[in-house]
């Protein structure tokens, strides 16, 4: 009996060990996961699918004097979208969204001890610009430039009124009128409107020559001031040559577009309330999604389009007087890279490259042609794609809904603001874009389709590449899948905005083909902008590498 007593008194202190040990080991785990995840903190996560709301946004009382150039953005939250793939998730994550190497580019557009502030100007500059948004910021700039050349003082360019967009905008509507001109006060003289004096004055109305050097208007131009007080522009784009003008003139250019030639307060504070919104789905891809009726109009694409789709789109082209190429023919535009992407393409595309479904795309574009039926392949892909309409509340948006320079800047922030920027067209929002992000440090800029005047040999067989393998998904004879994946992404490790000099022209071409196949000035602001910094020493004595 003493034995049976003893041997249930051990069991009984065996369990109670246990029991003891068990308890203990609970109460050390629920320790840690409030030591890691307290509730205070957990409640504070971002749903990544909820906006701020209006009181919750840092834009919404911006301060008039503050640039959108260099924002003081909210942290983004921790992003709640991670990439298929299991333990190598957060590798691929990070890659995908990596900034490529910037090599210590840095933006150096100060004038030389040698500039001299603007002289008594001989006449005024009258300006109308031509052109949707982004083409009028170009032509600006470079007038800006060439009343410098010409010593003129430049009265505020007049906006495009009679453009496909019909907006009735005026400059300080789109831009910070009182900024740009105390911006260049120490580079040309600007005044709002010509002097009362001079509104019945005889003028010189001219037709600028296209990609002029600086001979040209020191001498033809400047010449024109022993008859006349006022000379006017009557077209902005392209006027002045991309390369070969003396360094000033082009650092001239830089603090013009990407220092003075800041969007109006009201635009501004919208543009960051946007790019806030935005950045509550985590890193996010704005999506220049070119697929809209003027372009498609314009360039006489039509592929995979209704035959009524393609008829109205030809009649536009036709009946637009300044559109001077009627007949097109769409198989052959398209074979030769001339075509945006489709909705369809770029859903491909972007899944080929490894995004996942649940990355975040901005729609920086207008009405797509086509609707939401147009956008359903690329909507299966990709659910959160989201733009300004979505972001915003009608009332928010109601100021520039009925103005498309307006609305066309507001993409414009997003755009540039975004940790990834992909164009599915090389038109001119593209390309301002790209070489504004190439300014602030060599932003990420993934480039699926270039025009064939503005690229080397090698990026046009890239593009026709492409254009094959959609055609071959599209009849069967390709799968999506890994062997496309790598084919894309193979096909794009070198187009994605890391630092390069600006293309010269293609060789062989001659006449204005060859100042036509120049890289755009505004493309790529590097060597005349962008100077690189290195450390000389262990003191960091920074050098700057002309």
Known sequence: ??????????????????????????????????????????????????????????????????????????????????????????????????????????????????????????????????????QMRAGICDMVAVARIINATLVVPELDKRSFWQDTSNFSDVFDEDYFIKSLVNDVKIIKKLPRELMTATRAVKHFRSWSGIDYYEQEIASLWGDYQVIRAAKSDSRLANNNLPPDIQKLRCRACYKALRFSP?????????????????????????YEKDMLAFSGCTHDLSIEEANELTSIRENTSYWKVKDIDSTEQRAKGYCPLTPKEVGIFLRALGFPPTTPIYIAAGEIYGGDSRMAALQSRFPTLMRKEKLATGEELDPFINHASQMAALDYIVSVESD????????????????????????????????????????????????????????????????????????HKRRQGSPRKRKGPISGTKGTDRFRSEEAFYVNPLPDCLCQEST????????VMR
């Open 1 to 134: 009996m003493q034995k049976k007593r003893w041997r249930k008194l051990g069991l009984m202190r065996r369990v109670l060990t246990c029991a003891i040990a068990l308890i203990s080991l609970v109460a050390l785990f629920s320790a840690h996961l409030h030591l890691f995840f307290p509730p205070s903190q957990v409640s504070m996560l971002p749903d990544p699918y909820k906006l701020p709301a209006q009181h919750e946004s840092r834009y919404q009382k911006l301060s008039r004097e503050r640039s959108w150039i260099r924002p003081l953005l909210s942290k983004a939250p921790l992003p709640a979208l991670k990439l298929d793939g299991g333990a190598n998730g957060s590798s691929d994550f990070n890659k995908l969204w990596k900034r490529p190497p910037n090599r210590d580019f840095a933006p150096c557009v100060d004038p030389s001890l040698s500039y001299i502030a603007p002289l008594e100007t001989r006449g005024y500059l009258l300006v109308h610009t031509n052109g949707g948004l982004n």
């Open 266 to 290: 009201r635009i501004e504070a919208m543009g960051k309330l946007l790019v806030d919104r935005m950045r509550s789905y985590g890193p996010y891809i704005a999506l220049h999604l070119r």
């Open 536 to 543: 000389e020493n262990e003191n960091s004595n920074t050098v």
């Open 420 to 491: 990834i920027f992909i164009p599915s067209y090389s038109g001119n929002m593209a390309r301002a874009v790209e070489g504004h992000r190439r300014f602030l440090g060599h932003r990420k800029t993934i480039s699926p389709d270039r025009q064939v005047i503005f690229v080397s040999i090698m990026v046009l067989v890239n593009l026709k590449l492409l254009v094959r393998i959609f055609d071959k998904i599209a009849n069967g004879t390709m799968k999506e899948g890994k062997k496309l994946s790598g084919r894309i992404i193979e096909m």
